[in-house]
């Protein structure tokens, strides 16, 4: 099980990505209140430590028969407030501003966009972010302070850990034993208080060893690739276009938000995320339940190819009919933890607090000072936008109002 979004990032090769405004989830989701929350500090955090980022703004294009669908966006935004935490400073602005432009408007900014684009919602808070240097600027905080961070180090075990008062151990602490292998082979063994697991594709494990086997969290897994581009049909793009999501059975499209253009901080163009769900491994014992028969199976589908370019070249055609085919070339591939699978309808981010006495048994007395663990599920897509916010609700609601306490 890798551990951390950073190794996490650099494995599926994810750049550059761009910062969702907040537009397409349950107005009273996570997902949403995180995303907003998290753009604002995103943006702070970039300026405060010179990492590279633009806002330049994003169109969700419409036919006409998609109309409804834009009109519908741009209401739920009009409603929004800000969320938890938000600074006062900033309660007389909109949480997230959106205009609709008809097609004409649209092809003012985009002069390249089909015809049949009859109008399109626009986003001005979302941008775009270097995300490799984001991370770095992140390492050198949490080494700045005394932190650690381990690179090529699997959790191969954790275990919830009670003192035994009898033994005269120097442990006299709750909390949890966990158990790494570093390389190819250094083992290790450390005492938590508190355990943040964050491994994305393999966090439900960890809490899957734990566990009873009726009460075991399934993952699915969604590649998804992305394609770069050069030619014609794009003249001077400077925003990100969306297509409307194919809704289909899943009423929002909430699995995929279509083939889009994306930029990096350099100019260059990419289309994507498509979608191809993969099948892990499981054991003959478990073959209902998707385990860690091999959990690091997804690192074999890594490598982008041209199997899915010709959709996604008639995907990017519906709104951008001028692009030529032989400029497109396989680029990067990600897979996003999805807690539904190919039929599944909306699932938010997802929390799970444990403690050392939950898996004990009730003997055990959880003492004043509570030892979590909190275990983060499901954290795609707006996960890199949302990531500050997420930390803040880890230890703002959930470490500290545990404990009674208030960050000092």
């Known amino acids: 099980m890798q551990v951390g979004g950073l190794s996490l990032q650099r494995a599926t090769g994810l750049g550059v990505l761009s910062r969702e405004a907040g537009l397409y989830y349950p107005a009273d989701s996570l997902k949403t209140s995180l995303c907003i929350r998290g753009r604002h500090l995103m943006y702070e955090y970039c300026k405060g430590h010179n990492v590279p980022h633009k806002k330049i703004g994003k169109l969700v294009v419409a036919r006409a028969d998609q109309l409804s669908y834009i009109e519908g966006l741009h209401t739920k935004a009009r409603k929004m407030t800000w969320p938890l935490h938000t600074p006062s400073s900033l309660s007389n602005t909109l949480a997230l501003p959106t205009k609709l432009i008809s097609g004409e408007q649209v092809r003012e900014y985009e002069p390249d966009l089909s015809e049949s684009i009859t109008a399109a919602l626009w986003s001005p808070e979302t941008g775009i972010v270097d995300s490799h240097s984001l991370m770095e600027s992140l390492e050198t905080n949490i080494t700045d302070g005394g932190g650690e961070v381990a690179y090529q180090t699997r959790v191969v075990r954790v275990d919830p850990y009670k003192p035994d008062t009898s ?22 063994a450390l005492l938590a208080r508190t355990l943040i697991n964050s491994s994305g594709l393999a966090a439900h494990l960890i809490l899957n060893s734990l566990l009873p086997k009726e ?24 925003h990100l276009v969306y297509p409307c999501p194919d809704t289909g059975r899943t009423v929002h499209g909430f699995q995929s938000l279509g083939t889009h253009l994306t930029l990096d901080m350099q100019g260059k163009l990419k289309f ?10 499981t054991s003959q014992n478990d073959s209902d339940i998707i385990d860690d028969a091999d959990p690091d199976f997804w690192q074999h589908h890594l490598v982008p190819d041209e199997t899915r370019l010709a959709q996604m070249i008639d995907a990017v055609k519906q709104y951008l009919p001028g692009v030529d085919t032989e400029g497109f070339q396989p680029d990067y591939c990600g897979v996003r933890p999805k807690l539904v699978g190919p039929q599944g309808g909306f699932r938010d981010f997802e ?33 890199l936008t949302s990531s500050l916010a997420i930390a803040e609700r880890v230890v703002e609601d959930i470490l500290c109002r545990d404990n009674g306490q208030a960050r000092k």
Do not use: C
């Open 215 to 238: 009460s075991r969290i399934p993952m699915y897994y969604g590649r998804g690739s992305y394609a770069s581009y050069r030619g014609p049909g794009v003249k001077n793009v400077t």
């Open 167 to 188: 033994s005269g151990s120097s442990l006299n602490d709750s909390g949890w034993v966990v158990q790494t292998v570093t390389g190819e082979g250094e083992s290790d």
């Open 272 to 281: 994507g995320p498509d979608l191809d769900w993969l099948q892990p491994p």
């Open 351 to 383: 929390f799970h607090t444990h403690y050392p006495h939950s898996f004990l048994g009730p003997h055990m007395d959880p003492g004043r000072v509570r030892r979590p663990m909190i275990t983060l599920l499901g954290i795609e897509s707006p996960g």
